[in-house]
């Protein structure tokens, strides 16, 4: 009940492709959800912190929106690039606590 | 402006040892978390902190201590380490609300094999 979904589990796109992903959590007592860049041999690093029904972020070439009465998220990439290869996380809070997806890896080919 | 410090990096234990996981931060965050990361899981929450004095259980508990004396600082306690518990861990802070509105920092990471 408490489970965040992620996928696809893994990705592999062709450099400049634009792509997406999912997160869908449960939609009730929903506080926040985050997005998290987590590059090999490093720590994640927050990309988005969403909280309200339909908000869109944007940084740079990713963009996020959220629909917290359905529960779900999407991540964006456009026209991806091999920096952008990484494992991208999702989490749900709900008060105090998150609970994390298993994360999609993206692997941008040159 | 150091961030989340974790130490030890790597760590190899004998089953039945125990020993302290180190976390600081200097950012002044009421909010201090340990998760650990499995192979095919999600991070799952340990144990966290609200601030200096407090702290609560998360996802997986058992089998670890917490103490939250001053802001800065987060040590997560293992007490009789199990082959279970080789994971890698991390630390991670944010500024506290009950809406999870701001994002976490997190540490480096520790990798804890016990065997």
Redesign the interface.
Known sequence: ILN?EQSPQSLHVQEGDSTNFTCSFPSSNF??L?W?RWETA????????M?LNGDEKKKGRISATLNTKEGYSYLYIKGSQPEDSATY?C?R?T?????????TSLTVIP | NAGVTQTPKFQVLKTGQSMTLQCAQDMNHE?M?W?RQDP??????IH?S?GAGIT?Q??VPNGYNVSRSTTEDFPLRLLSAAPSQTSVY?CASSY?T????????????TRLTVV
């Open positions: 965040v506080y926040a985050h998290y490093k720590s994640p690093e927050a990309l988005f912190v909280t996380l989490a809070n008060g105090n606590q998150f609970y994390f997806g298993t994360g | 909010y978390s998760y095919g899981m999600g991070l799952r929450l966290y609200v609560d998360g996802e991390f506290v009950g809406t999870g509105s701001y994002g976490y920092t997190f540490g480096s990471g």
